[in-house]
């Protein structure tokens, strides 16, 4: 493990001087142990032909992404009570408000923007805060997502430093790790971020004010997030896009069993 120590000083900052105790600390706490666990885990499946064979590098990638989501797997933990909490809040919303807003779509057939403002309204009357939702969201949401983003940031500046560290980083077809591979791994990664991205909305209750065009709006921003990756993975190293390829896979995974039991199981009748 001596070789590590040449690897383990802390992405440069540039001038941002006053950020340097932080950013160690930082890079200390979260990318040092990851460094090591990448550089260990090259070093053994160096030791095998299959895996030697294969690509020692892009399998360490594959095994660190899979620690940092089973490390993570309390914050995915929350997320999913708090999507419960927030699909039944909604539904029971919805289903005390279904005869109004019925009502409503009827009188309002054709006009988005008023259904929307009128069921606002009809919610103002009856109490109920409009935005007690987006709360819910993003309580359930954003903040473990920014609580994941210190790990998930560590782990990307691993990547990067071994992807140019000079050795040999085959991978299956790929040459090299460091290098873009320009369009197989960019659109499995994208598939797998599109997937994900179906599954989660999915889970999400249905809006009472969304009407077909709006749903087909949504339908449609689902896919820029996906193309966009596939866009920026096309430049980028190969070894990012196998980290987001697996990263998204395990998240589709994790996303379809809460769909497919979680969620059904919560709708069951006692």
């Known amino acids: 493990m001596g070789s590590i120590r040449r690897f383990a000083a802390a992405p440069a900052l540039g ?20 460094l090591a666990f ?24 594959i095994a660190t992404t899979l620690l940092v989501r089973f490390v993570l797997l309390p914050l995915s933990a929350y997320q999913v009570r708090a999507s ?13 408000l279904a005869p109004a ?3 409503l779509r009827r009188r309002h057939r054709g006009r988005p923007l008023e259904l929307q403002r009128a069921i606002l309204e009809l919610k103002r ?18 903040l473990p997502t920014l ?20 050795h040999d980083l085959h991978f299956l077809w790929v040459v090299s790790m460091a290098v873009p ?17 179906r599954l989660t909305n999915a889970s999400l209750p249905p809006a009472p004010e969304e009407d077909e065009q709006t749903a087909a709006t949504r339908r449609t921003s689902a896919l820029v997030s996906p193309l966009a990756l596939v866009a920026f993975a096309h430049f980028a190293p190969a070894a990012l896009a196998l980290y987001w390829l697996t990263g998204s896979l395990v998240a589709a995974a994790q996303q379809w069993f809460v769909n497919r039991y979680v969620l059904r199981l919560s709708r069951s009748p006692a």
């Open 84 to 96: 419960l909490r927030a699909r039944r809040e909604a539904e029971a919303v919805n289903q005390r």
């Open 125 to 142: 009357r009856e109490g109920i805060d409009p935005l007690a939702g987006a709360g819910a969201a993003l309580r359930g949401s954003l």
């Open 181 to 197: 591979d320009p369009i197989l791994l960019p659109v499995l990664a994208g598939l797998a971020t599109f997937l994900l991205t």
């Open 15 to 34: 001038a941002l001087d006053v950020l340097l105790p932080a950013h160690a600390l930082w890079w200390a706490v979260f990318g040092v142990p990851l």
């Open 147 to 166: 609580a994941q983003m210190p790990v998930l940031i560590a782990l990307y500046w691993v990547i990067l430093t071994f992807a140019h560290s000079g």
């Open 38 to 61: 990448m550089h260990g885990a090259i070093g053994f499946l160096a030791m095998f032909p299959v895996t030697l064979a294969i690509g020692p590098f892009g399998l360490a990638v």
């Open 101 to 103: 807003i019925a009502r």
